[in-house]
């Protein structure tokens, strides 16, 4: 899959899930589902996941040995940013931190499945050359 290809679909994916996330907003006004900076929250795990996987692609495209190499920095430096943004918003807010963790987590791994499948997919195209 060509970056272009992927950007063009996880454009839709974060779309989909932005649109997803409103629609249950708009339905369940009296329930506390999301913090107030869900959407700083989403933005920045829709960017570094962003990052991550242009990381993984152009380790892959240069050369197998440097592309497992960049799949695995590409997920440890996302990792390591997530979880650094998590505890920077946990000490400056006073909100529920149990919804915080249960937004941020889920966008974290849904962000994560589709690079996940993504970077999958490429591989599984490299092994039938």
């Not at 996880?10 to 869900?38: D, Q, R, T």
């Not at 690079?115 to 490429?122: D, H």
Request: charged fraction near 10%.
């Amino acid at each position: 899959m060509t970056l272009f290809r992927f950007t063009i679909r996880y454009i839709i994916f974060g779309f989909v899930l932005g649109l997803f996330s409103w629609m249950l907003a708009m339905l369940f006004p009296k329930h506390e589902l999301f913090v107030s900076n869900y959407w700083i929250i989403f933005l920045f795990l829709f960017l570094l996941t962003y990052i991550a996987y242009f990381i993984s692609d152009f380790g892959l495209k240069k050369t197998p040995q440097m592309g497992v190499v960049a799949i695995m920095g590409g997920i440890i430096l996302k990792l390591l940013f997530a979880l650094s943004f998590s505890l920077v918003i946990l000490t400056k807010t006073a909100e529920n931190q149990l919804v915080f963790v249960l937004n941020y987590f889920s966008l974290y791994l849904l962000f994560t499945l589709f690079e996940v499948m993504c970077l999958l997919r490429n591989l599984r195209d490299q092994n039938n050359k």
